[in-house]
Antibody, heavy 111, light 107 residues
């Protein structure tokens, strides 16, 4: 069974950093398109970034230069390194593979 | 970026009703479009991919159609468990973009 479990969210001050993790089971992360999607509380969905099989990554403009998506093949995990965090990055972050979503991890950026 | 415009933003319907939700893209996205259902407090669930293919395990009352810039999600006979918010997602050009959502409420 394909399963995704996110972790690493929390409260961080503006300008700070967080690293989100997504532990995958039931499939091989490096063989898949892996995506991060976020949802602002009470609002809609925003596609954030993806990494494809060859390791290339794509980002929404608002996070380019601040966020980095990566994977660890040995741990079969996906990551999102988030630097220079802003209040507008506050959201529930989901790890997604194909039609399967994790339960999300909450990131709150506030002083 | 490609803008995805969903309509309506909300609708009220009764069990048994036929419901249609539209998603319009600001540019041609071919058939690279998916539909997602989200219930309160839950992660989204994919219903349809590449515009018209039903995700495994999704009831056949859900269907998708369209290509290019106009797409439709249809629920042929609304069931109690279908009251939720629905989103489209274009996956043709980066950055991928979601529609603003359509909330389906009880009439």
């Amino acid at each position: 069974e394909v399963q995704l479990v996110e972790s690493g969210g929390g409260l961080v001050q503006p300008g700070g950093s967080l690293r989100l993790s997504c532990a995958a089971s039931g499939f091989i992360v490096s063989d898949s398109w892996m995506t991060w999607v976020r949802q602002t509380p009470g609002k809609g969905l925003e596609w954030v970034a993806n990494i494809i099989q060859d390791g290339s990554a794509n980002y929404v403009d608002s996070v380019k230069g601040r966020f980095t998506i990566s994977r660890d093949n040995d741990k079969n995990s996906l990551y999102l390194q988030m630097n220079s965090l802003r209040a507008e990055d506050t959201a529930l972050y989901y790890c997604v593979r194909d039609g399967v979503w994790g339960q999300g991890t909450m990131v709150t950026v506030a002083s | 970026d490609i803008q995805m415009t969903q309509s309506p933003s909300s609708l009220s319907a009764s069990v048994g009703d036929r419901v249609t939700i539209t998603c319009r893209a600001s540019q041609d996205v071919r058939s690279d479009l998916g539909w997602y259902q989200q219930k309160p407090g839950k992660a989204p669930k994919r219903l349809i991919y590449v515009a018209s293919r039903l995700q495994s395990g999704v009831p056949s009352r859900f269907s998708g159609s369209g290509s290019g810039t106009e797409f439709t999600l249809t629920i042929s006979s609304l069931q109690p468990e279908d009251f939720a918010t629905y989103y489209c997602l274009q996956a043709n050009k980066y950055p991928f973009t979601f529609g603003g959502g359509t909330r389906v409420e009880v009439k």
